[in-house]
């Protein structure tokens, strides 16, 4: 059922990787967030690969952070988005325009019981911000619950509900409580999401005034080291989060569009409905498009007020993310992540019966995590997975970094992803990780 893959890049005249890493340095600002010893100069990509300069051919398992969830360049999407390019590239919501509706309607369609209001953003961490500041004008209250390791976003608001210490800053806070990160593999409580529940509501008995705005989380926490949270706690915390007044926010930057394989968002896998999600990353392809929906009654307190951004909803990305929830459906993405997926998951854990330095494999669908650990005591690998990382990338495979030591192997390629291409990524761990 796949498109056949017959793509050879073109020939390369650009900007050769040296130049490119020297006008970097020059131009743009200094990270410790940037990959790799050498940096690879993409120039190119089709569907699950990217191209470097010379051609050489990498498989995608990273997807641009989760991003490329079609696949790179995928046919309709850059069809869309050139022909309402052509059309009409930019007029805000405060006119009318066609896309912007069709768009929201069939993103409304996605959604389960009353979340049917839909607001556009253009990154996730707007949709944090957006989605706080609603939590907050709707209670009344200030006060937000996040996990510890979440990220929500960078932004002066958001970067409050991060709980990674890498990504601390001394701004204020403003009323943000981090409770225990219901991690099976890593917390204190193992997968009993009764205690991690019970530990949220010792938070706002003892550490508010009894009140919140507002609780949110990641189904599947991302850049914290791809964890699945303890079954059955958000089910918990949110009828605790509710009897207080507040709201339970969903953050499906990563986890939503059926990545997970078993349901379309994450939080359905914790059978739960929230109040407010939040999207964004493979929602555009790649297109810069995040959004927030809520139901009608949280979003009837943002009529009295402008909720208002110039870009957010914009034609063109409108257009192209209709063309990336059609083709989507289309190709029964769910469904292929759920069936490569498993096979994907059931090849990695066979390989850490071979490899002690695996100590857990964990996700699902096309959502996967593998943490490199030292020891029985569960001592991060740090320094063996930077090398695994670049010998990974010479192999021609391309994984996400994650959990505080960067020792988590992040596999969420672009749904597009083949059983092929599993097995050649589960290969090239096997033979990387035989020679370290
Ligand atoms: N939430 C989650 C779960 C994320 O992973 C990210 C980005 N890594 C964000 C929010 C912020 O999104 P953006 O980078 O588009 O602002």
């Known amino acids: 059922s796949l498109p056949p893959f017959d793509h050879q890049p073109r020939p390369y005249k650009g900007m050769l990787a040296d130049e490119v890493l020297e006008k970097r340095k020059k131009f743009l600002g200094p990270s410790l967030f940037y990959y790799y010893q050498k940096p690879l100069n993409i120039v190119e990509g089709k569907m699950q690969y990217l191209y470097d300069e010379t051609g050489k051919r990498y498989l995608d398992a990273f997807a641009g952070i989760v991003t490329v969830s079609c696949g790179h360049c995928h046919p309709d999407v850059v069809n869309a988005v050139v022909e309402q390019s052509q059309l009409l590239q930019h007029t805000t919501t405060i006119y009318l325009h066609h896309a912007i509706v069709e768009f929201a309607e069939a993103l409304a369609s996605k959604m ?9 953003v253009n990154s996730g961490t707007e949709a944090n911000e957006l989605a706080m500041l609603m939590a907050r004008i709707y209670t009344g209250n200030l006060g937000m619950i996040a996990l510890r390791n979440a990220y929500h976003g960078g932004s002066a608001g958001t970067i409050g509900l991060t709980g990674l210490q890498t990504w601390k800053y001394p701004i204020p806070q403003g009323e943000i409580h981090h409770v225990m990160n219901p991690d099976p593999y890593r917390g204190v409580f193992g997968s009993d999401a009764a205690r991690y529940a019970k530990e949220v509501e010792d938070h706002i008995d003892y550490g508010t005034s009894g009140n919140v705005a507002g609780f949110i989380a990641e189904t599947f926490q991302g850049v914290g080291g791809a964890v699945e949270l303890a079954p059955g706690y958000l089910k918990l915390v949110y009828d605790i989060v509710r009897k207080t007044g507040g709201v339970c926010i969903a953050d499906e930057v990563q986890s939503g569009f059926g990545r997970t394989g078993s349901h379309y968002w994450g939080f359905e896998t914790q059978g739960v409905i929230p109040d407010i999600v939040t999207m964004a990353k493979g929602i555009g392809n790649g297109l810069p498009l995040g959004a927030v929906v809520t139901t009608p009654e949280i979003a009837s307190v943002m009529s009295k007020r402008i909720q208002f951004n110039t870009f957010g909803g914009n034609p063109v990305c409108s257009a192209g993310g209709l063309a990336v929830l059609k083709a ?65 990338k010479d192999l021609g495979v391309l994984v996400g970094k994650g959990g505080l030591h960067g020792n988590v192997f992040r596999i969420k390629p672009p749904m597009c992803f083949t059983k092929q291409d599993a097995d050649f990524l589960v290969d090239a761990l096997d033979y990387a990780i035989s020679r370290l």
């Open 112 to 120: 389960p019981g009353n979340l049917k209001v839909v607001y556009f």
């Open 328 to 392: 989507l459906d289309k190709e029964k993405r769910q469904a292929h992540c759920a069936d490569v997926g498993s096979q994907l998951i059931d090849r990695l854990r066979t390989l850490q019966q071979k490899h002690d330095i695996i100590g857990d494999v964990r996700g699902r669908g096309l959502m996967l995590g593998v943490e490199l650990v030292s020891d029985k005591d569960k001592t991060p690998a740090k320094a063996e997975a930077a090398v695994l990382f670049e010998k990974l």
